[in-house]
C-alpha cells in the first residue's frame, strides 16, 4: 500500500491520470483510478496535512467523470460536494452525495466510487490508527472490531454534523495562516482529536451504542432531564425559568452545564431542534408539497414568520421556500 502523505502542505494539479492515482493513495490510502473515464482530466488538490493524528484536510476535484475503485484504504475518506456529486457503490447500494449529503468510506472490502466531472468536493482523511487510538480513550478499552461507520452523512440530521463541516471550510479558509506557523505541531494534537471525536459522536456507527451508554454515564441527569423536555416540548412555549424548575439547579450552573455537554445554551439547542424538524418536514418524500410553511414555523413555536425566515437561512443557506422546491 503507498504511504500516507508526510507533506504539511499538499497541493497538486495534474491532467496526467496516473499522477493523480498516485496522489490520492498517497493521501488516503491505495485506490485506482479508472481510465476510461470520458473527458480530459483536470485534477486538482489543495490541502494541509495535520502533524499529529496525521490527518489530511483539503479540497479536490477530477474535472471529468472518473471512477475510482477503492479497498483497504487504512484510512477513512470523508468528504462533501461544494458543488456537483458523486456516488459511492458498495455491495449492490448507492449511495449519493452533494452539498446537503457527505460521504464516508470507511476502510472495508471493495467499494467504487463515481465522481461528476463538476464535483468539487472537501475531503478529510483520518488514518484507522488515529481514528482507533480517539475512540480507544473515550470508551477507555481496546478497540476489536473495525470501525465501520454509516456511508450518508446527512449535514442536517443533527446540529454536530452540520457544525463539524462548518468547522472544516472555515479551517481551510484560514489554511494559510496555518501552513508556516511555528506551533502548528502543538495546535494539532487538540484540533484532530476535536475533529475526531465529534466524527465517532456524531455520525452513527457500530460503536454509537457503547459511545451513548459512556456519555451517558458521564452527563448529569438534570442535564439528560432538560434535553429531554426541550424535545418531548419543543412544539410549546419553553422559558429559562421552566427549565431550571425541570432541572432544580440555578439558572447559571444549568447554563455552564449544557453548554459543557451540547456546545450550546439550552434556547439555541431547542431552535436548532426546532428548524432541523421543519427542514426534515419539507424534504419528506410524501405529501411534502401540501405543506404550508407559515402553518409549519407556527407550530414548530415559530411566531414571527420574517425572523424565522432568516433563522432559517443562517442555518441552512437557503429560505424555506427554496428548501421545499427543490424536494
Same mark, same amino acid.
Given at each position: 500500500?503507498?504511504?500516507?502523505?508526510?507533506?504539511?502542505?499538499?497541493?497538486?494539479?495534474?491532467?496526467?491520470?496516473? $499522477?493523480?492515482?498516485?496522489?490520492?493513495?498517497?493521501?488516503?490510502?491505495?485506490?485506482?483510478?479508472?481510465?476510461?473515464?470520458?473527458?480530459?482530466?483536470?485534477?486538482?488538490?489543495?490541502?494541509?496535512?495535520?502533524?499529529?493524528?496525521?490527518?489530511?484536510?483539503?479540497?479536490?476535484?477530477?474535472?471529468?467523470?472518473?471512477?475510482?475503485?477503492?479497498?483497504?484504504?487504512?484510512?477513512?475518506?470523508?468528504?462533501?460536494?461544494?458543488?456537483?456529486?458523486?456516488?459511492?457503490?458498495?455491495?449492490?447500494?448507492?449511495?449519493?452525495?452533494?452539498?446537503?449529503?457527505?460521504?464516508?468510506?470507511?476502510?472495508?472490502?471493495?467499494?467504487?466510487?463515481?465522481?461528476?466531472?463538476?464535483?468539487?468536493?472537501?475531503?478529510?482523511?483520518?488514518?484507522?490508527?488515529? =481514528?482507533?487510538?480517539?475512540?480507544?480513550?473515550?470508551?477507555?478499552?481496546?478497540?476489536?472490531?473495525?470501525?465501520?461507520?454509516?456511508?450518508?452523512?446527512?449535514?442536517?440530521?443533527?446540529? =454536530?454534523?452540520?457544525?463539524?463541516?462548518?468547522?472544516?471550510?472555515?479551517?481551510?479558509?484560514?489554511?494559510?495562516?496555518?501552513?508556516?506557523?511555528? /506551533?502548528? /505541531?502543538?495546535?494539532?494534537?487538540?484540533?484532530?482529536? $476535536?475533529?475526531?471525536?465529534? =466524527?465517532?459522536?456524531?455520525?452513527?456507527?457500530?460503536?454509537?451504542?457503547?459511545?451513548?451508554?459512556?456519555?451517558?454515564?458521564?452527563?448529569?441527569?438534570?442535564?439528560?432531564?432538560?434535553?429531554?423536555?426541550?424535545?418531548?416540548?419543543?412544539?410549546?412555549?419553553?422559558?429559562?425559568?421552566?427549565?431550571?424548575?425541570?432541572?432544580?439547579?440555578?439558572?447559571?450552573?444549568?447554563?455552564?452545564?449544557?453548554?459543557?455537554?451540547?456546545?450550546?445554551?439550552?434556547?439555541?439547542?431547542?431552535?436548532?431542534?426546532?428548524?432541523?424538524?421543519?427542514?426534515?418536514? =419539507?424534504?419528506?418524500?410524501?405529501?411534502?408539497?401540501?405543506?404550508?410553511?407559515?402553518?409549519?414555523?407556527?407550530?414548530?413555536?415559530?411566531?414571527?414568520?420574517?425572523?424565522?425566515?432568516?433563522?432559517?437561512?443562517?442555518? $441552512?443557506?437557503?429560505?424555506?421556500?427554496?428548501?421545499?422546491?427543490?424536494?
Amino acid at each position: 500500500m503507498t504511504s500516507l502523505s508526510q507533506h504539511i502542505d499538499v497541493n497538486h494539479m495534474s491532467r496526467d491520470a496516473d $499522477f493523480a492515482e498516485n496522489v490520492m493513495s498517497g493521501i488516503c490510502g491505495q485506490h485506482y483510478l479508472d481510465k476510461s473515464y470520458s473527458g480530459t482530466l483536470d485534477f486538482h488538490y489543495d490541502g494541509i496535512r495535520l502533524p499529529h493524528n496525521k490527518m489530511t484536510i483539503g479540497m479536490v476535484s477530477y474535472g471529468a467523470n472518473v471512477a475510482i475503485n477503492i479497498a483497504e484504504l487504512k484510512a477513512y475518506s470523508i468528504s462533501l460536494p461544494l458543488y456537483g456529486q458523486q456516488t459511492l457503490n458498495m455491495h449492490g447500494v448507492q449511495y449519493r452525495s452533494n452539498q446537503d449529503q457527505g460521504l464516508i468510506v470507511s476502510n472495508r472490502e471493495q467499494q467504487n466510487l463515481i465522481i461528476n466531472k463538476d464535483c468539487k468536493k472537501i475531503h478529510v482523511v483520518i488514518p484507522e490508527s488515529s =481514528l482507533n487510538k480517539v475512540l480507544s480513550d473515550l470508551l477507555n478499552q481496546p478497540i476489536q472490531d473495525q470501525i465501520i461507520f454509516n456511508p450518508e452523512m446527512q449535514i442536517h440530521s443533527t446540529q =454536530l454534523i452540520d457544525a463539524w463541516w462548518k468547522n472544516i471550510q472555515s479551517f481551510l479558509a484560514q489554511k494559510s495562516q496555518y501552513m508556516g506557523f511555528y /506551533g502548528l /505541531g502543538m495546535l494539532s494534537g487538540d484540533y484532530e482529536n $476535536f475533529l475526531i471525536k465529534a =466524527l465517532l459522536l456524531s455520525q452513527e456507527n457500530n460503536y454509537s451504542s457503547a459511545l451513548k451508554m459512556a456519555t451517558e454515564q458521564q452527563m448529569p441527569e438534570y442535564i439528560r432531564h432538560v434535553q429531554q423536555y426541550l424535545i418531548q416540548h419543543a412544539r410549546e412555549s419553553i422559558s429559562a425559568e421552566d427549565l431550571q424548575r425541570v432541572a432544580g439547579v440555578s439558572k447559571s450552573k444549568l447554563y455552564q452545564e449544557f453548554q459543557y455537554y451540547f456546545a450550546t445554551s439550552p434556547m439555541s439547542y431547542l431552535k436548532r431542534y426546532r428548524l432541523q424538524q421543519i427542514f426534515k418536514a =419539507l424534504t419528506a418524500k410524501q405529501g411534502q408539497r401540501n405543506l404550508s410553511i407559515s402553518q409549519l414555523a407556527y407550530e414548530w413555536g415559530f411566531n414571527h414568520l420574517s425572523r424565522f425566515s432568516q433563522e432559517y437561512r443562517a442555518e $441552512f443557506g437557503e429560505s424555506p421556500s427554496d428548501t421545499k422546491n427543490r424536494s
